[in-house]
């Protein structure tokens, strides 16, 4: 059984980052000693998680836009309220 060498989080972002700036797969197989479909793994993981970063932050912000309208309205039920009961 062949045993995977296993790498860094700082070295797989670095690899990550050389390949987002333009390096193919091949160059970086050549320089570093890695398999290139390892480094295409990484790079697509790493835009996946990029994306879904994206979609969790823009379903927080709804959800979030959502409590504060319902928290305005009850502030403004509150205030006619007490509008109200000052009267009396």
């Known amino acids: 059984m062949i045993k995977r060498p ?3 989080k700082e070295f797989k ?3 990550i980052a050389l ?3 333009g390096r193919s797969s091949k160059s970086l197989e050549k320089e570093f000693g890695m398999a290139s479909t390892t480094v295409l793994k990484w790079a697509h993981g790493a835009q996946k998680q990029m ?3 994206t979609i969790h932050t823009n379903n ?3 959800k979030i836009k959502k409590e504060n ?3 305005r309205e009850g502030n403004d039920i509150l205030k006619r309220a ?3 009961l000052a009267k009396n």
Request: proline share 0%; aromatic share 10%.
């Open 13 to 15: 972002d670095s690899i």
């Open 60 to 62: 927080d912000m709804k």
């Open 69 to 71: 309208d319902r928290l």
């Open 6 to 8: 296993r790498y860094s």
């Open 51 to 53: 994306i879904g970063d």
């Open 82 to 84: 007490a509008v109200l």
């Open 19 to 21: 390949y987002q700036e």
